[in-house]
C-alpha cells in the first residue's frame, strides 16, 4: 500500500503532474511518515476485534473520557482504558457505556471480543492479593482476543493448590505467573509448564520484599527454561505479551 | 500414553498378574514420576531433532565430556553445551567429534539440525562487546530449530544503522535484544518490531552500569509492548525463549 | 491411612466393582489431592488447642468476619487474626467474641489456650517502639501454645537491662530478639543463650535505617551461632517458628 | 571594576584620606566579598535582561512574596520561582503581577525576555507525564534568554515521532532530553544530534523505575557522545545550563 | 557448681583464711568470668561427645593447626575446622589425623560422633553448584551429633525430583534449605514439611543474582511458616542450627 | 565507693551478721546492678545542670508529659524532648511551663543551662532547609552546657559565606555540619578547621538524593581528617557528641 | 547534497531513464542511508583536523592497530585511542608512530591538533589518584582541538590550593572537574566558575565509595548551576562534552 | 602575622615604594595564599612532636620514598606512611630507618613519640580479623601522640570478654570501636562509656556483609550517644580523631 503511494507520486512526476521540486519536499518528509505504519500486523490485527488502548494513570477523567470518545468516533470497535480510577470510571460512564472491572482498574468501551487465539492464557497468582494485577493481565489478554483462565491463589507454599491445576498449565499457549513476596511462583511454574511464562512481580508485600524487588529479583533468577520477565505490577504488559504468544500461530497462516 | 501405563497396571490388578501391594507401591511412587514427563511437548520437539543442553559453568571439563558421552550413547542427537572453555573443550574434543564457539563460549555435537520452525529468529546487539552473550543466544536458538538472523553492533546511539535492518526486525517471529550500558536498544526494537521482545541485559560496561544493573532496570522499564527481560548475561535462556516461541505455530497443528 | 484408600481402590478393580477407566480418572486426580495433607503433625497439633490463623492485611473487615465466622462454625476452636485494624476490629466484634489486642494489631477468637509446650518462649525487644511486632510474635506463640516470657525495652545500648534477665534467657527453650536501628539485640542474646534464637528486625528507625534494612543486615551478619532471621516486623513468623520449636520435645514422644 | 574599588582604596591610603587600619580591615574582608562577585559574566548576563531565582520548594507562600518583592524593588527586572505552589502562586500573586505557570510550577515576574542566545534550545519529553519537568526546564531556559523548542512525547517506543522531528534536533544549540521510565530517549537523541545533550531522568514510571533510579542510570550509561545528567526531576538546572551553552557563542565576542 | 565456688570465697573470708581485700579482687573480677559459663547446656552436650569448632578463613595454616593442636590436648575429644583451604589441610594433615572433605572444605579431627539428636536434619539444595554450603551444614549438623539425610539438587524448577522425597522431608526434624539464584526452595520445602526450616541462600548464580542478594530476599519473603533465613553462604550456621534444634527433645528431659 | 559496699558485705560475713547464704544471693545479682552505674561520668555532668533527654517521635503527648512530670518530680532541674510535634507541646505546656522551639521541634523544661563548656561549638548547615536538623542539634548541645554558634546557609556553592565566617570555624572545639543534597560541607568545613567535625547528612533533597544516603555516603567518604557521621537528620546525636568534646578539657581536671 | 541525489532520481524518472520500480526500491532504502550524515556538522568539524576515536577496552591489541590502520589509511588525519593497555600500545607501536600516555592510557597517532577552540578547558581533580581519568579527559578534549588547562590535586579539603586557581576557574569556557571519595569539588567549582562544569565521578576510594557511587550522588546533588554528570571514570565523554561546548561560539559563526 | 604582613603592604603605598597597581596584583593573589595557613593550630601541634601523613595507597614505593625522604629533609621530625605494601617498605626501607608493621600496613619513621595527650585512646575490635585496622588506628593514635590502649577481639556474641575490660572502657578519654558482620560492638561500647566513641565499620565478612555495608548501616543507627562513624576500614581517620579529642584538654590552656 505505502509502496503504492510511492508508485503514484513517481508516475505523477514522470507524467508531469506534479513537480520535481515538490516531490522532493513529500519524499523529505516521508520517511518518518512511513514509519508511521511500523507495526502493520498489529495493526491489522487489532482492526480485526481486538482494543486500543489508554494508559489511565497520570491523566484526567476528563482527558481519558475525551480521547476515548475520539477513538470510538475514529472506528476504534474496542478501548481498553488501564490503571483507571472509580473517579474516571464515573466521568466515562457519563459519558459512554463503560464496563468497569474495579478490582484490576480496568476500563472496557465496546465489549470483550470473542477469543480468536491459538489456545488458552493461563494468568496464575500467587496470593489474592495479587488480584488486581491479575485482572488487569487478563482483561488485557481478553482483549486482546484471547482466552483466558485464571488460577488465583495457587502460591508455592501449599503446592498441592498449584499442582491440582496442572492440566491446564500444561496445555496453556501462554501463562502469566503473578506473584509478590518471594516470587518463587514464576520458577515452579516454569518447571511445570512447556510454553512462554511471562512472570509479573508484585509490589505485594513488607520489610524485605522492598516494594517488589524480592519477587523481580526472584524471577529474573528462574533456573526453569522459558521464563522471562515484565516490570514490577506490570499485569497490562504480560497479558499483552501472553497474547501476542497465543496469536503467534494464526499469525503464521 | 502414561493413561496406558495405569490402564495397563490396573488391567494386570484386574486379571491378577500384579497383586494389590505390588500395585500400591508403583502407585506411591507414580505421581512424581509422572510429573518426569512434565513437559511431554517440549521432549517431543526435542527428539525430533533438538539439542539436549549441558551448562558447562562450575563443572569440570571431565564432567562436561562424561555428560556429553552419556546423553549422546543414551540415544540423544544432539547436545548443546553452554558456558564451555576452552580447557573445556581441548578436553571433550579429545574424545568427541566437538564443534566449538569460542566467542560464545558454545559446544555442539552433532551438529546444528535444519531449522523447522514458523519463521525468523532476529538476534540483535547494542555493540561489539555484546557479541559472547549474543552467540550464546543465536546458537541456543539454532540448536533449538530455529533459523537467525543476526544483527549485531546495531546500537541506538547510531540509530541509522538501526534502522536498516528495520525490514528484518519487522518481519521476524521473536527478536532477542541485547545490549549492556543503558539497554535502550530493547524499547526501540520493541516500538520497531510487532512480535515478541526479549531483552538480554549485559554485564557490558563500567562505572553506573554496576554490572549490568542499568541495562536491566532500563528494560524492564520499556515503554514498549511485547517487551519481557531474562537475566543479565543469559544468552541462552532468551535464545531457548525466542525459538520456543518460533516454534508457537507448528506445534498448533 | 491413605495407602488404605488406594489399597480399597485397586481392590474393587480386582473385584470388578470399579472400571479400570474410573480408577484411572481417581489415580489422576489422587497425587494432588493427597498432597492436600501434606502437614498432618501440624494439623493434628493444631487441632488439639491451637489457633488457624487470617492474615489480616488486604482483607475487608467484612471478609475476615465472614472467614473467622466459618473458620469456627467449620470446628476450629481458636482463630487468631494479625494485622488487624481497629475498623476490622470493630465489624468483628459486633458478630463474634472478638478479643483485641491493639498494640499488635492482634484479633482472638476462642481464647487463648492453656501452654502446653516444652519449657518458655522469650519475646525481647530493643526498644518500646518494637512493641506492635513484639505483641504479635508472643500472642502468636500463645496460641500456639506456648508460655510466652516477655522482656521489652532491653536494648544494648544499656547492657545492665539486659543482663538483669540474663537467667530468663538462659532457661529459654526458643527466644524471639526483636530490634531496629541496628538490630545488635540479637548478636547479644545469640551469645548469652543456648537455644534458637528468631530475629526480627522491625522498620522502626530513622535515616539510614532504611525501613529495616539496616537492622535486617546486623542480624544476617550475627556472628553468634543459633540466631536465624525473618522478615522486617514478622512478628508472626517468628512467634509461629518460636512456638513450633518450643513444642520439638513433646512431638518426639 | 573590582580592582578599580581596590585602587581607590590604595589611592585612598596613599592620600592620607583612609587609615592603615581601617584599610587593613576593609581587605581582611574583601576576600570573601570578593568571591561574592564570582560569576561576572553570568552577573552581566542577567542583568541584560535575565531572570534571578527563588527555589520555592520548602519555603511558605509569605517567604516567597517577601524575597520576591525584595529583589523586584532592589532593581532585579526579572524574578523565576520554580517548585511553586498553587497556594504560594496564590499568595503571591494577591501582592505582585505574577504570571503563574501551573503545569512547571512556575511564577514568573517581570514576564519572559526577548531570546538573545545563540540558537535555539530544544526540550524534549518521552512521554506525557514528563511534562512538568521539561515546562520547569522550558521556562528556566526562557527566562535565562533562550529560545526553546518544545518537542514533547517522542519517546523511543515510537521512533518515528521523534525521527519526525529530526532536523530541529540537529540545528539546536543545546537539548534538554527528559524521560522516565527506561530513559533511552538520551541515547537516540544524543546519537542524532551533534550538540551539548542534557538529560533529566523523571521520577514518572512504576515498580522497577524506583523513583527515576532506572533512568538516571539508563542515561548516566548512555553510549552517545556529549551528553550529560542532572538529577533527577530536575528541569531547572537542565534549563539553565541549556541556556548558559546557548550563551556561549555570545560570550566569546 | 559456680555458687559452690562463691560459697567456698565467702566461707573462705569467714574462717579468716581468706583476707577481705583478697576476695574484693577475687569478686570484682568474677561476674565477668562468670559469663563466661554462659552456656553451661551447649557446654555440657559439647563435652557428650560434639565438636569445637575453629573458623577456617583468615587463619594461616600453622595458626589452624596450632589451635587444632591446642584443644586436642586441651581434652577436646573432637575438632570441627570451616572454610579450611586445601593448603591448610596440607599443613593440619602433616601433624595431626586430619579427616578433610574438600568439597565443603571441612576437616574433621576425632571422627564424626554417633548420632544422638531426636532425628533426622535433612539438608536439601536446589542445585548442584550449593554443593559446597551443604557439604559444610551437613557435616557441621553430623560433628553436633545429628543424623543427616542430604538431598542433593532437587530444585524447584524440576519439581518432581523434590516431591519424590516428600516423605524425608516430612519425616525430618529439621531441615537445611539451601538454593542461590532464584532461592523458591525454602518457601516449596517451607509448605511441604511441618518443622523449622533454615534456609541458606547461596552466592551461586550470575548477573542479577548479585551474589546471592536475589536468593537471600526471596527466603526472607517466603509465604510459608516456619522458615527462618541466616547470612548468604553460611552452611555452618544452617548446620549448627539444625542440629541445636534437633537436640531440643533430649534436652528436654 | 562500689568496692566499700563488697568490702562491708564481706565484712559482715567475716563478723557472722551476714549468711553465707544470702551472701551468695546479693553477690549473684551485683554484676548486673553494677553496671547500672555504668555512666557515672557523664551522670555528674548532668546531674551539674545539663538536661535528661526524651525522645518524642512515637510517643503520644501523654506519655511525654507523664515522663517530663516524673523527671521534673525526680529531682532533674531541666529536660529536653526532642523530635516533639506542636500537639505533644500543647498537651505538656498544658501541665509545665515549656519553652517550646518548634523549629527544631525541641521542648525544653527548666531552661537553658549557662554554658561551661571548654569553649564553643558551632552549628553550621548547607541550606535553609536543614534548619530544623540544625536547630535540634543546637539545643542540644546548649542543654548539655555548651555555647553555641549557628553559621546557617553557608553551603559550598556559594563558597565566600562559608569562608566569611573562617574565623568562627578556626576557634570552635566541635564543629556540627549539617548538609543535605551533596553533603560537601562536612569536607569543606573539615579541610578549614582543625577540631573535630561531627557530619549530619539530612533528608533535605530529592532525585538521586535517595532520602540523604547521597549526602551520607558523601560524609562518610570525606577525605578531611577529623571528620565523623551521624544517622541521617541526626541533629540531637552530633549537638550531644559536640557537647561532649566540648566538656572534654574540664573533665580532665 | 542529499536533496541534489533525490532530485536526480526523481529527473531520472521524469526522463524515463529509471524505473518507477527501481525508483521505488532505492527510495524504500533511502531514508536510513540518509541518516548515516546524521551528525554532519560533527562530521566536519572532525575533518578540520581533531581526531577519530578508537575505544581500546575489550578489543585485542590486534584489532586497535587494525582500525587504526584502517582509519589512517582512510584519510583521517588523526585518531585517539582510549582505554588502551600498555600491551597494546606495544603492538601498535610496532606498525605505526603511535604516541603513547600511559597515565591515561591514551594512544594518539598524527599528533594533536593546534587548539582552535573559543578559550580554555579546565580540567581539575581532586586528588592525584585521580589523574587517569583526569588526563583520559584532557587529551581528549586537547584531540578535539581544545587548549587545556590542567589543575590537578585542587581537592576541597585543602581549599586554599583550589581558590588559588580562582582565575583559571573563572575564565575558562568549560571545566571538568573529577573527582572520587566524596565528590565535592564539583559543586565548589560550580559556585566558583560561570561556565559549564562536566563532573566525573571516579572510582578512586574505598569502603563507602562503592566504587564510585558516593562521588555520582554527591555530584548528582550539587547545588550548584551549571553542572551536570557523566557515568563514574568517562574521562574521555567528559573531555569530549567540554570541547564540544569550547568549540559553541566558532560554530555560530 | 597576617595583618603584619598587609599593614606592611599598605604602609608602603602610603610610603610610595610600592606601586598602587603592584599592591592591587599582591592583594589580588593574597587571600587565597592567606589560606594557606588555615590550620595553624593543628600545624603547631603537628611540629610538636607529631607526625605527618603519607597515604601509601595508589603511590609507587619509589614516590613513597621520595615523599618521605622530603619531608624528613624539610625538618618534619616524624612521618606516618599508611596502606603500605610490603614492596614499598622493602624500597624505603633500603633508603631511611623506615619501623614497618606488616599488620596495619603502617610504616613509621622517627619514631612513635611519648604520649602527651590527656589520657588514653582504647583501641577496640570485636574480632581478630579487624586486627589490621585496629593496627592503623591505634598507631596513627600513637604517632599523633596519645597512649593507646589494645582491646582486641572483644566481640559481642562472647559478651564477658568485652566486660572484662568495662574499666578500661570506662576511663578512656576517647575509643575506637572497630567491628566487621554487624558491627554491633560501636552500640554496646557507647552503652558502657561516656567517651567519644568513633566506630569504625570493617569489610571483613562475607555474604550479607556486603564488604562492610551491613556494619556502617549498623552502627550509623547505634542508639547510643556519643557514638559517630567513619568510612569502612578506615582506622587511619579514626585514630587520628580519637587522638584529636585526646588532646582537647591540652589545648584549652
Known sequence: MEQKEI?????????GSL?????VVQLKLEPFRELGFAKPDLNRG???????????????????????????????????????SPEAAAVVSAALPLDYRELGKIGILGGIPEPDGDGTV?????????????????L?????????????????SGLHRLLAHAEELMR?????????????LASVIGGLADCPVVAVPTSVGYGASFGGLAALL?????????VSVVNIDNGFGAGYLAAMIDHMGRRRE
Do not use: F, H, W
Open 7 to 15: 508508485r503514484a507520486l513517481l508516475t505523477a512526476v514522470r507524467e
Open 19 to 23: 513537480s520535481v521540486e515538490d516531490a
Open 46 to 84: 487489532l482492526r480485526q476485534g481486538a482494543a486500543e488502548v489508554i494508559y489511565g494513570a497520570g491523566k484526567t477523567p476528563e482527558q481519558i473520557r475525551d480521547i476515548a470518545r475520539a477513538l470510538l468516533s475514529g472506528g476504534q470497535e474496542r478501548v481498553l482504558i488501564t490503571r483507571m
Open 122 to 138: 493461563v494468568v496464575a497468582t500467587g496470593g489474592t492479593n495479587d488480584l488486581p494485577v491479575a485482572e488487569e493481565a487478563a
Open 140 to 156: 488485557a489478554a481478553e482483549m486482546m482476543g484471547s482466552r483466558v483462565d485464571r488460577l488465583y491463589d495457587v502460591g508455592v
Open 172 to 184: 496453556a499457549r501462554a501463562i502469566v505467573a503473578i506473584a509478590g513476596m518471594e516470587g518463587a
Open 218 to 226: 526472584s524471577m529474573l533468577n528462574s533456573c526453569a527454561s522459558g
